[in-house]
Nanobody
Framework: QVQLVESGGRSLPAGGSLRLSCVVS????????LGWFRQAPGKEREFVAR????????YYADSVKGRFIVSRDNDKRTVYLQMNSLKSEDTAAYYC?????????????????????WGQGTQVTVSS
């Protein structure tokens, strides 16, 4: 059984930095493409960032490009989201997600339907 557990969310002022972590248990971690999504109250869940199974390919939503960095540590079975220059509009519950892929798969997975496994989320609140 695959489980994802996010941590690191908290309240902070605009302009600050925060690193979210997501530990994945079950399955073969190195085979997962991993993503971060977020959902603000009253809004749909939206894509934030994703990283390939090798870690060599990343992709970001325009709204966070240049401010957020996604990375992974296969030994620790953990994916990270480093968030810098935070804005009030970054306030949301942040979710990590996983999808098993094959090595030759170069599909740019960015839709919620693309991912099979999800965590419960961690809240980030940025005050202006």
């Amino acid at each position: 059984q695959v489980q994802l557990v996010e941590s690191g969310g908290r309240s902070l002022p605009a302009g600050g930095s925060l690193r979210l972590s997501c530990v994945v248990s079950g399955g073969t971690f190195s085979r997962y493409a991993l993503g971060w999504f977020r959902q603000a109250p009253g809004k749909e869940r939206e894509f934030v960032a994703r990283i390939s199974r090798s870690g060599g390919d990343t992709y970001y939503a325009d709204s966070v490009k240049g401010r957020f960095i996604v990375s992974r540590d296969n030994d620790k079975r953990t994916v990270y989201l480093q968030m810098n220059s935070l804005k009030s509009e970054d306030t949301a519950a942040y979710y990590c997600a996983a999808r098993p892929t094959i090595l030759s798969d170069i599909t740019n997975y960015i839709r919620t339907d693309d991912f099979h496994f999800w965590g419960q989320g961690t809240q980030v609140t940025v005050s202006s």
